[in-house]
Each structure stands twice: as structure tokens, then as C-alpha cells.
């Protein structure tokens, strides 16, 4: 039987960005059919899944990557996909200052470049320096570049906040990136 965290990821691959994988589809604002998807991931994976554990994932994942419908017939990621979907959100204004946290390998390529989305639809930021050493982590040594969002937003950039109070906005440009911690 897989763990918990195994299954929350595999839940992820399919939310974000293979529904495919089990069978399923996602509608045009990234919700699946909950019995659809708890039939597909049994049918076709490894994993084994009911309700009550999905629902304890959505309850217990510590990033909230995941929202029920209001009858909990629907469920969705809240970003990070790489599928094209409407999550619903909203534009906000940013707070002045901004966070990315990556692994060492990809400093010169952003430096150059500019923070992008990459295969998501999303450059992701967080409001904290924790959260994005965190993030950096998974990615090897981690580097946190500091965003200047206020400054984006006055030029003009959208930002938007998921659900889970991610941040985010379609790209940086380098003009508005620095390395704080290496």
C-alpha cells in the first residue's frame, strides 16, 4: 500500500497536469468528477483510494494544494498547472516585495531570462523567505531571489493569489529580480 504523501502526489500529477493518466478529464476550470477519479485511480494505478482518504489529503496537505467543490462531487488543484484551466482567479495587488525560491543550476538562466513559467501556466512566488527556501530545496542548493512585485504591478504586470495564497504572475523580467540568498 502506498503512503499518504505518495498518494497526494500522484493526486497532484493528475490535477495539475495528466488527468489522462486514470482515465479522466478535467473541465475547463480545472474540476474532476470525484467518483470518476476515485474509480480511474483504482482501476488504472497502483494506488488505492476511497473518499475518505481523499479527503484527508485535501484536509492534511500542507500546501492546500487541493479544494472540493461545496457537495464534494468535484475537486481540483488550486494552481500550478500546466494544463490550460480557469482556477478562477482574481487579479490582486501585490505586496512590494515578492519571493522565488530554485536550485543553484538554474541562477544564470534566470539572471539572463528572467523568472518563466516553464512547463506550468504559472510563475509561482511566495510572500515569505521560508517558504521559498523550501521550495528551492526541491530543486537542489537553493537560491531565493527577491521580486520587486509593487513595481511589476505599477508597470502594469497582473498578479493573482491562488487559494492556498500562492502568488502568481505570468513571468519576471530580470529588472525586477534580486539574488538574496545563495
Known amino acids: 500500500m502506498k503512503s499518504m504523501k505518495d498518494t497526494s502526489i500522484f493526486l497532484s500529477l493528475i490535477l495539475r497536469h495528466k488527468p489522462e493518466t486514470v482515465g479522466i478529464s478535467l473541465d ?52 500550478g498547472h500546466s494544463v490550460k484551466v480557469d482556477v478562477g482567479l482574481e487579479q490582486s495587488e501585490p505586496p ?46 537553493p537560491c531565493v531571489f527577491e521580486v520587486k512585485a509593487g513595481d511589476m504591478h ?7 493569489i491562488s487559494a492556498n495564497g500562492v502568488w502568481l504572475t505570468e513571468s519576471v523580467p530580470p529588472v525586477f529580480l534580486k539574488m538574496i540568498k545563495k
Open 28 to 79: 475547463p476550470y480545472g474540476w474532476a468528477d470525484v467518483s470518476q477519479l476515485i474509480d480511474g485511480i483504482n482501476a488504472t494505478s497502483k494506488y488505492s483510494i476511497d473518499m475518505k482518504t481523499l479527503e484527508e489529503i485535501v484536509r492534511t496537505d500542507s500546501k492546500q494544494r487541493y479544494s472540493f467543490s461545496p457537495d464534494k462531487t468535484r475537486i481540483r488543484a488550486n494552481q
Open 96 to 141: 512590494e516585495i515578492l519571493f522565488h525560491g530554485t536550485g543553484e543550476k538554474y541562477v544564470s538562466s534566470i539572471l539572463s531570462q528572467g523568472l518563466k513559467p516553464q512547463s506550468r501556466l504559472y510563475v509561482h512566488l511566495s510572500k515569505d523567505t521560508q517558504t521559498a527556501v523550501s521550495v528551492g530545496s526541491r530543486h537542489g542548493k
Open 154 to 160: 505599477r508597470r502594469g504586470y497582473k498578479f493573482f
